[in-house]
């Protein structure tokens, strides 16, 4: 398998072999390139310095990893979405934060990255057994359950990123499941998305709903509020999404890539002004196999490929 990546490269975050010339500034990636091959390459995790994938051989690492990462077991969770970090340093996660299997126990929200450790001053939601996917926005989170059922919580100051009524019965600091995403015409919730003040759902039938916002700062995408708006990319069926600190990618159902949003760091995969709100990307020349996956760093997009044959 390959991973591509393009965008932010100040801390070498894109550089896995460890050969950056160490005597000059390292430069952003304006275009996909070929990062890493193995065998096995999951859903890579990056942060604003530092991007975690597993593979084959352990999970490789690439730039200047953050605290957090020291622990073994948040760094499998995190990368199994069983647990997720949030723009304000709060994280969520199931059961035992020492041990990366999942025990059955509600999930539990965090202060910081040292209460996770020492399993202190963290909120137990007892109405969360059943998760299948934690993501987390700028200041809260999203879960999924294996039925579809997403739940929201976080600051009840960006309530357009809740999806839902906050009261006395709901506060936004509790999940509270999201009504507007149940009886979707083509069929359940199957994943979910986050970054930023945005968040994004996939249904099985393959359409694409995203909501957020940022009160009095404008979105990179049109039409999104407080409910969650149908993603519409030409006549596309969407295979996967994901997003990122101001923009996201996404993959439709014919393997193309198409990205939104901010470029400033070439995290969009294009290198002309885009002329509508999504834009197709270029494939990377050399690819050869077919894109199973997209994905977003706060300030970069991966693809990841599935080789057609092995290069010799």
């Known amino acids: 398998m390959e991973l591509y990546a393009t965008g932010n490269n100040a801390w070498n975050q894109l550089d896995f072999d460890g050969v950056a010339d160490a005597s000059t500034e390292p430069t952003d990636f304006t275009s996909f390139q070929l990062v890493l091959e193995d065998a096995v390459i999951d859903r890579p995790h990056a942060s604003l310095a530092c991007t975690l994938v597993n593979t084959s051989n352990g999970i490789r690492t690439a ?54 450790q020492e399993g202190k001053n963290q909120a137990t939601f007892t109405s969360l057994r059943h998760v299948s996917q934690l993501v987390a926005y700028e200041t809260g989170f999203a879960a999924l359950s294996p039925t579809g059922q997403v739940w929201t919580w976080g600051d009840e100051r960006y309530e357009a990123c809740l999806c839902r009524e906050v009261s006395d019965d709901s506060p936004a600091e509790e999940p509270g499941a999201v009504a507007e995403l149940e009886d979707l015409p083509t069929g359940k919730v ?46 596309h069926d969407v295979a996967d999404c994901a997003v990122g600190q101001s923009h996201s990618a996404v993959l439709t159902l014919s393997g193309e890539v198409y990205t939104a949003g901010a470029n400033a760091n070439g995290q969009l995969g294009i290198t002309t002004e885009a002329d509508s709100p999504w834009s197709k990307v270029p494939l990377p020349p050399g690819l050869d196999g077919t894109i199973v996956s997209v994905a977003c760093g706060p300030r970069n997009s991966f693809m990841t490929v599935q080789k057609r044959h092995l290069h010799t």
């Open 63 to 116: 730039g200047v990893p953050e605290v957090w990462m020291q622990s073994p077991s948040l760094k499998d969770k995190v990368l199994g979405s069983s647990a997720a970090i949030a723009g304000n340093g709060s994280i969520a996660g199931w059961g035992n934060p020492r041990t990366s299997i999942y025990d059955g126990e509600a999930v539990k929200q965090y202060r910081s990255e040292s209460h996770f």
């Open 190 to 235: 199957k994943k979910l998305a986050a970054a930023g003040y945005l968040l994004m759902a996939l249904t099985e039938g393959n359409d694409l709903y995203a909501w957020g916002g940022h009160p009095g700062l404008p979105g990179f995408l049109d039409d999104i509020s407080a409910s969650p708006s149908p993603v519409v990319i030409e006549d």
